[in-house]
């Protein structure tokens, strides 16, 4: 059997980018053009679903969602990659088996069943990428995607700032709107000629600014692996740059610092090698240990120095309600849900601000506090450190085909660690690593690290 161009089979012991192994995937069949543009179509939905939603109404973003997890699906069954099934990540696996027993004391069980297709056909959409698309393909689909993203953004702000020049409502409203109408409620506010935070096709700044600050990192990377031409990957730096300053999202910018930090943490353990890194580890548990007593002693400040109001733009009244909530059913929790179903109790004005009703708890440990209480907590936990762990590794350590390991490093061994260094960063502020984008990219890299690792 023939496999299409970025389809490849996962090498047990390969780390990094296997340069055999690519120039084979791109010299595969025309077929291979087809998978790409599905996963840069799934890709761009999994992080622009608002987008669709915003055009085509939420039962028409059903259908297109719907149509994408099946053919993940399918594509997964006809590409039929080499997968080693009991090399699975035992903690993806147990998180969303425990998400599944959550049913039998879930406080909305048609919400929990709900929630549970959601993740279910999500986590499908990593499956096929994680399993049937190679680091390069990945990479690749995921530059795509952002370009898409973000090109389009910009498009439509210019076009509603010099056209319209007023603000833009959903094509599709999912309420009638009130006489007052929330700047939230807008597609666009139209600020791109007065200094505001745009939106771009997402309807939101913080959303925009991570599709940014995850292009910024993809582009880098295929400016230093040289896998595009150095103007062509410039020009979009450029545009991710000015993207991600025009949001002005004080969130994502920490998001940036901290991905910035463990880039330079990698680097350095790259360079000090395998007999020398005690000073890098030391090094980067003193900063942390610093970076927690900051954050204790100067909490006050902290939101003045972000431009945020005192409760960081309602933040602070959203967990305290969490927080509440969550310790009434503290081991357990009350049921898997994924977005908030605001129709059901007890999320149904759990968290209103300024007339928005919020479905997210903004902080993704919060979230699964609530959802699956703290043994559910901890299994998440397992998924993301050892996650992390894993993806560590895989960016330090030189890839390994042989017994020797004198291959050159590599810029996109580096991938899997920084897109969840900012998911990382980005789940103490939002909970975007439980839906959508976020859970994708999580759940295949947790799938696709394991396969990798030896």
Known sequence: MSYPSGVSRPSPSARGSNPLRDRVDAARGASGTGVSVFATLLLFTLFAGDFWRNLISWPGYFVLAGVLAVGSVVLLVRLRPDVRWRKLPKSLVLFLTFAVVSLAWSAYPGATALGLVAQFATTGAALFLAFCLSWRALLTALANAFRWILGLSLLFELIVAVFVRRPVLPLTPTQPAPAHIPSAFYWSRDLLFHGG????????????????????????????????????????????????????????????????????????????????????????????????????????????????????????????????????????????????????????????????????????????????????LVIFALLVLSTLWRSWFLAVDRPRVAVADDLPYTALALLPLLLLAALLAQSLAESRMLIEGGWAVLALLSLKTKQSAT
Do not use: C
């Open 197 to 376: 935070q745009i939106q771009g096709i997402v309807g939101n700044s913080n959303l925009l600014a991570m599709v940014a600050l995850l292009g910024l990192v993809v582009f880098g990377i295929q400016l230093a692996d040289r896998s595009i031409r150095r103007g062509t990957a410039i020009t979009w730096i450029v545009v991710a740059v000015v993207t991600f300053a025009l949001t002005r999202s004080s969130t994502v910018f920490i998001a940036a610092v901290f991905t910035a930090v463990v880039l330079g943490f990698a680097l350095w353990t790259r360079r000090a090698g395998p007999e020398r890194r005690r000073p890098v580890y030391l090094t980067a548990a003193a900063l942390a240990v610093v970076v927690v007593v900051s954050v204790v002693l100067f909490a006050s400040r902290i939101p003045v120095l972000l431009g945020k109001s005192e409760d960081l733009t309602g933040r602070l009244t959203i967990w305290n309600s969490v927080i509440h909530l969550a310790q009434e059913r503290p081991a357990f929790g009350w049921g898997w849900v994924s977005y908030w179903a605001p129709w059901v109790s007890p999320f149904k004005d759990l968290a209103v601000r300024s007339g928005v009703e919020y479905l997210q708890a903004h902080n993704a440990w919060l979230d699964v506090w609530l959802q699956l209480g703290i043994v559910g």
